[in-house]
């Protein structure tokens, strides 16, 4: 068959690479310059360094086969994270079950409460119940309403600003599982993973594959509508061709194929409209020191205009970066006027905001700002979504949908996205 998969991160890839190997003929349209989407890398010092900062964990069992498939393996690494939170204008360290025993801003009841819940997690198998309880309300019956207000409330603000308060218990269930479920040998260690030369690595080499096997690319090239034609073929559309396909893949955010694909009946295109997705503001410094010796902390403090200070060079070391890699983050609706405010105040008011928690910061220590911004960064899961969730097969014939979104019980990752386009293969191969 000719496919045509509209979007190149890691579930178009991953669809494209598994129908190529099946001998089908793949067309990649991507409106970006560079295959990757949310995982691409740009040049930083003499390496490459991911636009969004990724780390993958060990139970990310498909993008560790694909990449052990691939001759890859030995580039991905494993680290120790250390972790704080932001509280009381201090930082606390919070990487090991001691930290939560030692973490003060709550009290000693509460802490052990918090711990059993985020340990008993992993043993729990069916989610169902999380469905139609709000995860403010489960952590509160779980561990207390201190333990949501200093810790899990400002994580789930993180994540998901505005939305926060209305995200289902499953989200936050399938977190505490995932952090309790990568640890190594001691099991009481977490480990985190990268891929040397940053994601985008693996990315190049699905592309290749696809070339290889007479795949096409058309990069810089956003399509703009797909129609069907009488003949059951389906029709993409770009600025400066159409061309024919026996079937589509849209491997982007649902509302996305809404927009493109007007032929759609309404309510099918409503039900996509419906799937949020929260935007992300990511600010990458490249600095002449480190601020912290953590990897990643959580802002749980008021009045802060990013959520997370990824401190990435302290996880994996300086490489070839000549610099100390630090990314400052904010989940936002993209209707808030800040995310379409210009680079430059975004930037000025993250720095602001880095001086009140690190006051030795000063702007003389950044060799490089660059701001990164994503549209479709994370979908909201809000109360009942295991049942809004659209089907990889669309209402139309020979048209599929599969994205961030469709992700569920899991929260979106690159295993999954991985997962996902095999998924999405199969389903098109199978008819
Ligand atoms: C800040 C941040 C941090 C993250 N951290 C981690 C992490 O630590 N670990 C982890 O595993 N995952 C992480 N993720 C998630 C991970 O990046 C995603 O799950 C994954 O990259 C999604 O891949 P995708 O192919 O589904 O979507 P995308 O990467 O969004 O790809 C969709 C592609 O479609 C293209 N497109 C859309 N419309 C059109 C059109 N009309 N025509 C042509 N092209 C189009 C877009 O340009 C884009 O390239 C993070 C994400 C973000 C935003």
């Given at each position: 068959m000719k496919i045509a998969i509209i979007g190149s991160g890691f579930t178009g890839l991953a669809a494209g690479y598994k129908l190529s190997k099946e001998d089908h003929e793949v067309t990649v349209f991507e409106k970006d310059p560079h295959t990757g989407g949310l995982a691409s890398s740009f040049p930083v010092g003499n390496d490459n360094l991911d636009s969004f900062y990724h780390h993958?964990?060990?139970?990310?069992?498909?993008?560790?086969?694909?990449?052990?498939?691939?001759?890859?393996?030995?580039?991905?690494?494993?680290?120790?994270?250390?972790?704080?939170?932001?509280?009381d204008n201090r930082l606390y360290p919070f990487t090991t079950p001691m930290d939560l025993l030692l973490f003060k801003p709550i009290g000693l009841l509460s802490r052990i409460r918090m711990g059993l819940l985020v340990l008993g997690s992993k043993y729990i198998k069916d989610y169902k119940p999380f469905e139609n309880i709000t995860a403010k309300e489960w952590i509160i019956k779980r561990s207390g309403r201190d333990a949501y207000d200093k810790v899990w409330g400002p994580l789930l603000k993180s994540k998901f600003d505005l939305d926060s308060d209305m995200v289902s218990g499953t989200w936050i269930w399938n977190k505490f599982k995932l952090r309790g479920s990568s640890r190594g040998k001691s099991k009481v260690k977490e480990l985190l993973g990268y891929m040397d030369g940053g994601f985008a690595v693996l990315a190049d080499t699905l592309a290749e594959k696809i070339r290889n096997k007479n795949g096409?690319?058309?990069?810089?090239?956003?399509?703009?509508?797909?129609r069907k034609t009488t003949e059951g073929k389906w029709e993409v559309i770009t600025d400066n061709e159409s061309k024919l396909f026996d079937r589509i893949l849209f491997a982007a955010a649902p509302e996305l194929l809404a927009k493109i694909c007007p032929e759609l009946p309404q309510d099918y295109k409503k039900s996509l409209e419906t799937i949020k997705y929260k935007a992300n503001l990511c600010l990458t410094l490249e600095l002449t020191k480190s601020l912290s010796p953590y990897y990643w902390i959580t802002i749980s403090q008021k009045g802060l205009p990013f959520v997370l200070i990824i401190e990435h060079?302290?996880?994996?070391?300086?490489?070839?970066?000549?610099?100390?890699?630090?990314?400052?983050?904010?989940?936002i609706d993209a209707s808030d006027p800040f995310y379409s405010a210009s680079d430059e105040a975004i930037a000025n008011s993250f720095l602001k905001g880095l001086?009140?928690?690190?006051?030795s910061f000063k702007e003389d220590m950044i060799i490089k700002a660059t701001l990164n911004r994503a549209r479709f960064a994370q979908p909201?899961?809000?109360?009942?979504?295991?049942?809004?969730?659209?089907?990889?097969?669309?209402?139309?014939?020979?048209?599929?949908?599969?994205?961030?979104?469709?992700?569920?019980p899991e929260d979106r990752g690159l295993n999954y996205a991985i997962k996902l386009g095999y998924k999405a293969a199969d389903i098109i191969i199978g008819g």
């Amino acid at each position: 068959m000719k496919i045509a998969i509209i979007g190149s991160g890691f579930t178009g890839l991953a669809a494209g690479y598994k129908l190529s190997k099946e001998d089908h003929e793949v067309t990649v349209f991507e409106k970006d310059p560079h295959t990757g989407g949310l995982a691409s890398s740009f040049p930083v010092g003499n390496d490459n360094l991911d636009s969004f900062y990724h780390h993958i964990f060990i139970t990310d069992s498909y993008l560790l086969d694909l990449a052990r498939e691939l001759n890859l393996e030995d580039k991905i690494n494993w680290y120790e994270p250390k972790n704080a939170i932001f509280l009381d204008n201090r930082l606390y360290p919070f990487t090991t079950p001691m930290d939560l025993l030692l973490f003060k801003p709550i009290g000693l009841l509460s802490r052990i409460r918090m711990g059993l819940l985020v340990l008993g997690s992993k043993y729990i198998k069916d989610y169902k119940p999380f469905e139609n309880i709000t995860a403010k309300e489960w952590i509160i019956k779980r561990s207390g309403r201190d333990a949501y207000d200093k810790v899990w409330g400002p994580l789930l603000k993180s994540k998901f600003d505005l939305d926060s308060d209305m995200v289902s218990g499953t989200w936050i269930w399938n977190k505490f599982k995932l952090r309790g479920s990568s640890r190594g040998k001691s099991k009481v260690k977490e480990l985190l993973g990268y891929m040397d030369g940053g994601f985008a690595v693996l990315a190049d080499t699905l592309a290749e594959k696809i070339r290889n096997k007479n795949g096409a690319f058309c990069l810089n090239t956003t399509v703009k509508e797909i129609r069907k034609t009488t003949e059951g073929k389906w029709e993409v559309i770009t600025d400066n061709e159409s061309k024919l396909f026996d079937r589509i893949l849209f491997a982007a955010a649902p509302e996305l194929l809404a927009k493109i694909c007007p032929e759609l009946p309404q309510d099918y295109k409503k039900s996509l409209e419906t799937i949020k997705y929260k935007a992300n503001l990511c600010l990458t410094l490249e600095l002449t020191k480190s601020l912290s010796p953590y990897y990643w902390i959580t802002i749980s403090q008021k009045g802060l205009p990013f959520v997370l200070i990824i401190e990435h060079t302290n996880l994996v070391g300086l490489r070839n970066y000549g610099s100390r890699i630090v990314y400052l983050s904010r989940y936002i609706d993209a209707s808030d006027p800040f995310y379409s405010a210009s680079d430059e105040a975004i930037a000025n008011s993250f720095l602001k905001g880095l001086k009140k928690i690190f006051p030795s910061f000063k702007e003389d220590m950044i060799i490089k700002a660059t701001l990164n911004r994503a549209r479709f960064a994370q979908p909201v899961s809000t109360l009942g979504y295991g049942e809004r969730i659209p089907d990889i097969k669309t209402c139309e014939s020979g048209l599929y949908l599969a994205s961030m979104a469709q992700i569920y019980p899991e929260d979106r990752g690159l295993n999954y996205a991985i997962k996902l386009g095999y998924k999405a293969a199969d389903i098109i191969i199978g008819g």
